[in-house]
């Protein structure tokens, strides 16, 4: 049996590869086969699998399934409910008592001040949103599964400093880093694997929580770039709470957001 990870891109492929050293055969879905040798490099059995064009799972790769792992961007924005159907079909290709992983985001609550766990009720309104459409595919076409809302992902060569650095007027200077380091992802997952006939959604974010202009600016000061500039606008104090999988799991993260990681730049 194997696990198989949809989505093989810069988090599904550190997870497949965290399989991989542990012994698991791991199938990795890939957009077009120029992604086949970063795969096959680190173990991963490659296959391609473009959602945009057909759900067709291999036969042979789903009869194998034990443990299915979603780790896609969300299709299709504009219409959730495509989206949707997309899931649907992609699950009904695999066996009733799989386990299902998927990753969807701590951007499914509201932008607006406030701490927020998994308890929050979502308006009518939220819960059409592609995020609550795509979890609830998950809920109700698996009886065992596992959804993450991760924060804002950082890790080897991702950091928003990149995109950040030199920028005038960005916002919310006082507002709170809600972000969770790749290596703590891929342990919460490795945890999950481990976690049988459950039905349950965890936020993942590093409980520490800087505010951006402080993490910014400390961001560029290490990797000696010019710092941004931030509007005076008043701050929106918006939390999100990982305690759920710190108390139901004893998990503690490991990966402290203040330990830059390497970045390239061109």
């Known amino acids: 049996m194997s696990t198989t990870i949809i989505g093989c891109g810069w988090l599904g492929r550190a997870f497949g590869e965290a399989l991989v050293q542990q012994g698991e055969k791991v199938y990795g879905s890939v957009r077009s086969e120029e992604g086949f040798e970063q795969l096959s490099q680190v173990g991963i059995h490659p296959f391609q699998l ?12 789903a009869e194998q399934t034990k443990n299915l792992v979603i780790t896609l961007p969300p299709l299709h924005r504009d219409e959730p409910m495509r989206y949707h159907s997309k899931l649907v079909a992609l699950l009904e290709q695999f066996a009733d ?56 992902l950082i890790g080897p060569n991702r950091h928003p400093i990149r995109y950040l650095q030199g920028r005038n007027e960005v916002k919310n200077p006082l507002g709170l880093i809600n972000f969770v380091h790749q290596g703590d992802c891929v342990r919460a997952m490795l945890l999950a694997l481990e976690t049988k006939e459950i039905a349950e959604t965890f936020n993942l974010v590093f409980p520490d929580r800087p505010t951006r202009k402080d993490y910014y600016f400390s961001a560029a000061k290490h990797y000696q770039l010019e710092p941004p500039t931030f509007s005076n606008e008043s701050p929106s104090k918006r939390i999100i709470s990982s305690e759920k999988i710190r108390q139901q799991f004893d998990f503690e993260f490991k990966y402290p957001i203040h330990n830059f990681p390497e970045l390239q730049f061109n």
């Open 50 to 61: 473009d959602l945009n064009e057909a759900v067709s799972i291999p036969k042979e790769i």
């Open 97 to 152: 008592n799989i386990s299902v992983i998927f990753t969807s985001s701590t951007g499914i609550y509201p932008d607006e001040e406030g701490e927020y766990d998994e308890s929050y009720s979502f308006s009518t309104d939220q819960d059409s949103s592609i995020l609550n459409v795509a979890e609830n595919a998950i809920r109700e076409n698996s009886s065992a599964h596992i959804i993450f809302r991760l924060g804002g």
